[in-house]
């Protein structure tokens, strides 16, 4: 039978989607069980609601004494170095993402966790990789620092499955969208700093070009494809560390007229940055067949329904006075 998931660790706590995961593990696992770190201190509602503790994941032996002071059985390996942010910093990305990686599968293979989690990215594709319904398995080739460590983080994980019968996954995040953590230097996160403008000045200045379509999903859809691969029988999964995963494609035009089915005074200009290029590298469309096949992934959100939300949820944290930058 196999061991249950009992203890939890989190690297990169205070990042988008770790702010929110960790709050869905507490509420499942409850907050004594699920300690949460970060090379800096989350918001308060989350550092104060269960355990908390500064650490860097490139230092092993700090990472270490928390898996074993703690308990932690399972691992949440969320601490990365973004797109966007890693071109300014190639070389620390490497060692955040790579080194960061090895430090966290070492630990789990001489610990024997019971499951690790490890999210890979589109951008492990490139530029000749077919952008529209991007196959499960098809050439790679990425032109980025972040997308070559995820590369090479998805062969790591899968060789520490096949060598040592570690249980680690993992899945391609598209670009995630959420009203509650701001993202943290993607090059998908002008779909969230669209909402943001949408609501506090009614216009927005787009660093993509309109017509440049991306793969994308809501948090919600997030958190329940997460905790639904960690779920997932062992046996049933042919992939580990790579599944394709998404939930909706637009393009940035595409996005902002939806807005303006809410807010018809809305104004976008588009004026295109060094973050085009790492975008008309990715896919426009995802084929995520095997994570439908492999364990059930299905998502509950499109375009319409996450931009009423996000909509809804921005406009009453503007009326309260909560929104900020």
């Not at 793969?215 to 997030?222: A, H, K, L, R, V």
């Not at 364990?295 to 503007?318: C, E, N, Q, S, V």
Request: with cysteine; aromatic share 8%.
């Amino acid at each position: 039978m196999a061991r249950e998931m009992k203890r939890i660790l989190m690297t990169g706590a205070a990042g988008q989607i770790g702010s929110e995961l960790a709050q869905a593990l507490r509420k499942r696992f409850g907050a004594e069980n699920v300690l949460v770190t970060d090379v800096v201190r989350p918001p308060a509602a989350l550092a104060e609601a269960g355990p908390f503790e500064l650490v860097d994941v490139t230092d092993k032996a700090a990472l270490d004494g928390l898996i074993v002071k703690f308990g932690a059985d399972t691992v949440y390996h969320l601490a990365a170095l973004l797109s966007a942010t890693g071109e300014k910093n190639p070389q620390k990305a490497w060692a955040v993402n790579m080194n960061g990686l090895h430090n966290v599968l070492e630990i789990g293979r001489t610990r024997s966790l019971v499951r690790i989690f490890s999210p890979s990215s589109i951008a492990v594709f490139g530029p000749t990789t077919p952008r529209e319904m991007t196959p499960q398995d098809i050439v790679l080739g990425p032109t980025t620092i972040y997308g070559v460590t995820k590369v090479a983080g998805e062969l790591l994980c899968d060789y520490y499955v096949l060598k040592y019968g570690l249980d680690v996954r993992g899945c391609r995040y598209p670009g995630i969208i959420s009203h509650q953590t701001l993202p943290g230097g993607g090059t998908t996160d002008y779909a969230v700093a669209i909402f943001y403008e949408a609501v506090k000045h009614g216009r927005y200045t787009c660093f993509l070009r309109e017509a440049t379509r991306l793969p994308m999903m809501y948090m919600p859809d997030c958190l329940k494809c997460t905790l639904d691969l960690m779920d997932a029988d062992f046996a049933r999964l042919k992939h580990h560390s790579s599944f394709n995963v998404t939930a909706m494609s637009f393009s940035a035009g595409e996005l902002a007229a939806e807005i303006r089915r809410h807010i018809p005074s809305f104004e976008v200009r588009y004026e295109p940055d060094f973050r085009q290029a790492i975008a008309d590298s990715w896919p426009a469309s995802i084929d995520d067949s095997a994570a439908r096949a492999e364990w059930d992934w299905k998502p509950d959100y499109d375009l319409a329904a996450m931009t009423a939300d996000m909509l809804d949820a921005l406009r009453k944290r503007h009326a309260a006075g909560t929104l900020g930058v």
